[in-house]
């Protein structure tokens, strides 16, 4: 991932709660939001960032830790390949030394495989948290929404019935007038 990519979601963060010092307007006049609310927000969005930070710190410790290992099994391939140089023009090579290398080898590329797996699964859980908050999200308009249709359907029944008691009293008054 990258750094500026990372700096960028912090400060979408914070703008995304610059309002921190709400103002609402009641009846024509402005009113700031109480101290205790802006303390409150205030923390929540110290919070958020700090949580965000300390996740880009975590995923950039672990690509320079993997960049690290890619760079260290270079040289051991380098190294494996003077060997086997040296040993093709007849040169001594002594046999433990082939093995040592082959293992750190093996070593490092069990690391990669393992920083690498790593990297996926954090991937993998902030793409699962952003769904569950996508999720989470649709589903409370999703109740809105309902509750907005139940309070509609209310009303318009509570209208009917109005109507058709508007209806009978006006039949029953005619019904008096006759």
Do not use: C, P
């Not at 010092?21 to 110290?46: C, D, F, H, N």
């Not at 190294?79 to 040592?100: D, F, M, N, Q, T």
């Amino acid at each position: 991932m990258d750094t500026r990519t990372n700096f960028r979601n912090i400060r979408l963060l914070f703008l995304e709660h610059y309002a921190i010092i709400k103002i609402y307007r009641l009846e024509g006049e402005y009113y700031m939001a109480s101290w205790e609310t802006i303390k409150s927000q205030i923390g929540k969005v110290t919070n958020k960032v700090v949580a965000k930070t300390g996740e880009v710190a975590d995923t950039a410790s672990k690509h320079v830790k993997l960049k690290t290992i890619e760079g260290n099994l270079s040289e051991k391939y380098e190294l494996l390949g003077r060997l086997a140089y040296k040993h093709i023009r007849g040169g001594e090579v002594s046999e433990e030394k082939v093995e040592a290398v082959t293992a750190e080898i093996a070593e490092l590329i069990a690391q990669k495989k393992q920083i690498k797996a790593e990297i996926e699964a954090d991937k993998e859980r902030r793409a699962a948290e952003k769904q569950a908050k996508k999720d989470a999200k649709a589903a409370e308009e999703a109740e809105e929404a309902a509750l907005e249709d139940l309070e509609n359907v209310a009303t318009e029944e509570a209208a009917e019935e109005a109507a058709e008691e508007a209806a009978e009293e006006a039949a029953a008054e005619e019904a008096q007038a006759e």
